[in-house]
Each structure stands twice: as structure tokens, then as C-alpha cells.
């Protein structure tokens, strides 16, 4: 299996613009991540879905944020519109039932 | 609530010498407990997990004994490569909140030559 996959690797963006993130989850597995990572921060969880369904999104800063997962093989995490705060390392995770979680690369975003 | 508390970083040691990150949590029950790596530009990978009390868990010569009476689950390695040098993640999960992971607050481990 290729892993999760995440696009795209780097972004960068002018404040006020729209981000769209994107998030290919391993076959098979019912629970999708989205994960931030800052310095300041660490990792903080955004959100996260079972069987394509939000379960929790209290991790989700305000409501600039929002997170899909219209089928099982793609979820995407949108930002609009986008801040220099906004700027950090958002990872995308998938694991089957209770099983441990498998990590994306990453996706680096800038927001200038 | 469940909880993970890692021993403050970063920690910078020689090669060859012996690594321990401390580790404890709080939680109800029989959490499964994880250590995560993550590698400097990457994302966290598995490194060993234990799911029931005296488990031990191993890998790449890294090991950790999940220890009930003291809620803790310290991470070690005998001789310390400079290729382990990494952010390590303590994490616990629970079977109620499916795969939901309470991550600590990650330990940086720098080796030096």
C-alpha cells in the first residue's frame, strides 16, 4: 500500500486567500485524522471521522476551518479565509478500528 | 480525561550512550499505550505500542514495558545512534474512543558524533 497520501506537500498563500488540503487515506481504514503541528502549539487534532462521519471537530480553531470526507478514499481540510496564523504543518492520519494510526507526510502551509 | 506527560526536552547525548524518555499518563481502564517517532520533515511512524498491563513493547532496539501500578511507560534504547535522533511522541488510546490518540507533548533527542 502506497500509506496515506497528502497534497499537496507545500503551499503557500497570500492572507485572505482560500486553502485546500487534501488527504488519501489507506485502503480499508474507517477513521480519518487531521492533525496540526506548530512550535508554539505541538500537535493538536482538528478533527476526526469514522465510516466518512465528523465524530469530534472541537479541535477545529473557529470557523474559518472546515473538514469533508465525501467517500472513504478522500477528505479534504479547507481554510477560508486564511491567516498568517494559519501557518503550520497540517497531517493527515487513517487507522483501522481501534488499531494504531498511520501518518501522512504533511502538508507545509505558509500563509504570507 | 485521559492525559500523556512526557519528561520536558530537548535531550542531547552521545552515540553509543543510553537513552531514557520518561513517560506517564492518565486515564480510566486499560488504555493501549504508543510511542511515535517522528524524523526530522516526516510524519509520525509507529515505533512500539503495548496494549495490556507488563506488555512490552520493541523495535529497531528501543523498548517499553507498560507498567499498570505506576501509569507509565518510559522509552529505552541501550546505545543511542545518530540516526535516532528524532522527536519521540508518548500516546495512549482507549477501545471507547476508537482510534482517537492523546498524544504528550513529544521529546527531542539530538545524538551528537
Known amino acids: 500500500d502506497a500509506g496515506v497520501i497528502q497534497s499537496p506537500r507545500h503551499e503557500v498563500t497570500e492572507m485572505g486567500q482560500e486553502v485546500t488540503l487534501r488527504c488519501k487515506p489507506i485502503?480499508?481504514?474507517?477513521?480519518l485524522f487531521w492533525y496540526r503541528q506548530t512550535m508554539m502549539r505541538g500537535l493538536e487534532l482538528l478533527i476526526y471521522?469514522?465510516?466518512?462521519?465528523?465524530?469530534?471537530d472541537s479541535g477545529m480553531p473557529e470557523d474559518r476551518f472546515s473538514a469533508k470526507m465525501p467517500n472513504a478514499s478522500f477528505s479534504t481540510l479547507k481554510i477560508q479565509p486564511s491567516e498568517p496564523r494559519d501557518s503550520a504543518v497540517y497531517f493527515c492520519?487513517?487507522?483501522?478500528?481501534?488499531?494504531?494510526?498511520?501518518f501522512g507526510p504533511g502538508t507545509r502551509l505558509t500563509v504570507t | 480525561g485521559n492525559s500523556v506527560t512526557q519528561m520536558e526536552g530537548p535531550v542531547t547525548l552521545s552515540e553509543e550512550a543510553f537513552l531514557t524518555i520518561n513517560c506517564t499518563y492518565t486515564?480510566?481502564?486499560?488504555?493501549?499505550l504508543f510511542w511515535y517517532v517522528q524524523y526530522p520533515g516526516e510524519g509520525l511512524q509507529l515505533l512500539l505500542k503495548?496494549?495490556?498491563?507488563?506488555d512490552k513493547g520493541s523495535n529497531k532496539g528501543f523498548e517499553a514495558t507498560y507498567r499498570k501500578e505506576t501509569t507509565s511507560f518510559h522509552l529505552e534504547k541501550g546505545s543511542v545512534q545518530v540516526s535516532d535522533s528524532a522527536v519521540y511522541f508518548c500516546?495512549?488510546?482507549?477501545?471507547?474512543?476508537?482510534?482517537?490518540?492523546?498524544f504528550g507533548e513529544g521529546t527531542q533527542l539530538t545524538v551528537n558524533p
Open positions: 492520519a487513517s487507522s483501522f478500528v481501534s488499531y494504531e494510526q498511520y
Open positions: 485502503s480499508g481504514h474507517d477513521y
Open positions: 471521522f469514522n465510516n466518512n462521519v465528523p465524530i469530534d
Open positions: 486515564a480510566t481502564g486499560y488504555p493501549s
Open positions: 503495548a496494549t495490556k498491563a507488563d
Open positions: 500516546a495512549l488510546s482507549r477501545e471507547t474512543s476508537g482510534s482517537r490518540l492523546t
